[in-house]
């Protein structure tokens, strides 16, 4: 499937059967052309951005990403999943993203399963040019709403670090970002916009690139910051989830979710080097479970406060925006709260594993198989092949987190009699 990203200037004429034509920041008049965006550049000069031609063209890349996405279905593949993307997207400066190719294509098959085919080509909309402010933020972090985020922003402004919070507007986390960042004092800073990409029907709902989103918007906050050197990206995601390691042999590749895979992260972060972004990631949680997080956390008080309103099920909107309490986010914060020994006030709509009904995907029985298999066979044999993208000092750190995180789940297993 051919999807093109472009600017006003550079649309397409017509758009031929098998291509879905997406316009960057306004409305196109050919016929069936998508929108990304809409109106966004102006919003950005108002806020005072005027980013690098490197930054700008990384934005322009994560949003069609994005849009390449959520425009084709998955079910339309010959596997139901796996599909071919071929995307081109129109960027200021080109030559260094043409150079980089096979990363970039590399990167995007890690991230979502699927074989990409990307383009670069040039005339694509030019930066904003806003009136830039001082800014006495020294750092950029994501703060989705989630717990880890939180924990994130906490410890960093524990550590008398001065982050420009940055939030991809989702309907059910919005409130909750904003409440945080001003809980944090970076309420005055705080970045939450939205890619607006809304593709005519049929979409694809499972979403896999959807970071991309997250670290385009992250990158261009880092052009509001006037301290010296790389800027600090803080990306606050416990080791677990970040590796995901597939619980049952079926759950391979992008069945299980890789938004901050390391592996991942390394090649975007090459990426950014390569394309001339001076931005360093920091996965400061990478060797940690959740529990280990909310137990290490550096201001408990606030933590207590904030940590029941937080989200993180991957079925939120399935439930009217309730977790469901047994997919496997849930399964992980629940008993992330159990480690941290303080009340999970959470509304689940399944607050017992073994009670619950079964859905598509059975997670509460993977996890318990995958806990079994460790106690029999032991951490290594369960892990196999996961851990082959590290270097062996790191390799011993992430078993060590999973066998952790294996027996933090092991515990709300048996809570619940599942085991």
């Known amino acids: 499937m051919k999807v093109i990203c472009t600017s006003f200037d550079a649309r397409p004429r017509a758009i031929s059967a098998g291509t879905r034509a997406f316009t960057f920041f306004q409305s196109s008049d050919v016929a069936g052309s998508e929108r990304i965006a809409n109106g966004w550049l102006q919003e950005l000069e108002r806020a005072g951005y005027a980013p690098s031609i490197p930054i700008w063209d990384f934005v322009l890349f994560g949003f069609a990403v994005c849009a390449a996405d959520l425009a084709v279905p998955r079910n339309k593949s010959a596997d139901g999943w ?16 043409n150079a980089q190719r096979p990363l970039v294509e590399g990167m995007l098959r890690i991230l979502t399963g699927d074989f990409w085919s990307v383009t670069f080509l040039s005339d694509g909309p030019q930066p904003p040019r806003g009136q830039r402010r001082i800014c006495d933020r020294d750092c950029v972090a994501l703060l989705s709403g989630g717990l880890d985020s939180l924990i994130g922003g906490i410890d960093a402004v524990a550590k008398m670090r001065r982050p420009i919070f940055v939030s991809q507007l989702a309907y059910e986390d919005s409130e909750r970002q904003r409440q945080y960042a001003a809980a944090l004092g970076g309420a005055a800073w705080h970045q939450q916009w939205s890619h607006r990409i809304d593709p005519a029907a049929p979409r694809e709902p499972s979403t896999r690139a959807r970071s991309m989103g997250f670290y385009a918007l992250a990158v261009l906050a880092t052009s509001l910051l006037t301290t010296t050197g790389p800027a600090e990206i803080l990306v606050p995601e416990n080791g677990f989830i970040s590796v995901n390691p597939p619980l049952l042999p079926g759950r391979m590749a992008s069945l299980s979710t890789r938004t901050t895979h390391p592996l991942f992260m390394k090649q975007l972060q090459g990426l950014l080097k390569a394309v001339g972004i001076p931005a360093n990631l920091s996965m400061p949680y990478r060797f940690k479970t959740k529990g280990e997080m909310m ?41 992330a709260f159990l480690r ?32 079994l298999a460790t106690e029999a066979n032991g951490i290594d044999a369960f892990l196999g092949a996961t851990l082959s993208f590290a270097t062996q000092n790191e390799r011993v750190h992430y078993r060590d987190v999973a066998e952790r995180a294996l027996l933090e789940l092991s515990t709300l297993l048996k809570q619940d009699g599942v085991l």
């Open 295 to 335: 137990m290490e956390c550096l201001d408990q008080k606030l933590l207590a406060h904030f940590a029941s309103d937080s989200t993180s099920c991957g079925r939120y909107r399935t439930y009217n925006r309730t977790h469901c309490g047994r997919c496997v986010p849930c399964m992980v914060r629940r008993a």
């Open 340 to 371: 941290w020994g303080q009340a999970d006030d959470t509304r689940y709509k399944f607050p017992n594993l073994r009670l619950s009904e079964k859905s598509a995907a059975d997670d509460p029985m993977a996890v318990a198989c995958a806990v």
């Open 82 to 97: 796996t599909r071919e993307l071929e995307l081109s997207v129109t960027v200021v400066d080109p030559t260094p993203w």
